[in-house]
């Protein structure tokens, strides 16, 4: 993972991202040119795994991130790095976390994500078009 990448808002670039290795961290550091209009967040996507480094911030004439992460999270392939406005979600379906109810989704925890939406625990499942209800509707 180690190298220098570009950072794509949308489909066009607005950045760049050096990853260096400092011990068992990987180092993250970002600079980037936005309009400053909606806050953004650095996502990092590799074997099938997307990662949330952290929301940019200005930084001198732009907006950058410097962030450490530990290298176990990560896994081996080629990283793509994208912003996205803090306040979209990542696409997919939302599926509440009720206690003392079943969860019908337990083989998808690996490549989803847990957020806080509707005031309410839940997961964002990846590829929600090939997934039906619990309910089987």
Same mark, same amino acid.
Request: net charge positive.
């Given at each position: 993972? $180690? ?9 066009? /670039?607005?950045? !760049? ?10 180092? @993250?550091? #970002?600079? #980037? ?10 996502? $990092?996507? #590799? ?9 940019? $911030?200005? $930084? ?42 079943? @969860? ?5 925890? !690996?490549?989803? @994500? =847990?957020?806080? !939406? ?6 964002? =499942? ?10 089987? /509707?």
């Amino acid at each position: 993972m $180690v190298g220098n990448y570009e950072v794509f808002f949308g489909n066009q /670039q607005a950045g !760049k991202v050096q990853v260096t290795r400092q011990g068992l961290y990987y180092r @993250f550091v #970002c600079r #980037c040119k936005l309009t400053g209009d909606v806050v953004c967040r650095l996502y $990092v996507s #590799c074997g099938g795994q997307q990662e949330n480094l952290g929301v940019v $911030v200005p $930084v001198g004439e732009g907006f950058g991130l410097d962030t450490r992460l530990p290298v176990k999270r990560f896994r081996q392939g080629e990283p793509s790095f994208s912003l996205v406005p803090k306040n979209e979600m990542a696409s997919g379906q939302f599926v509440p976390i009720v206690p003392e109810e079943p @969860f019908a989704y337990i083989e998808r925890l !690996k490549t989803s @994500f =847990l957020v806080k !939406k509707y005031g309410q625990m839940g997961i964002i =499942l990846e590829d929600y078009s090939t997934i039906s209800s619990p309910t089987g /509707q």
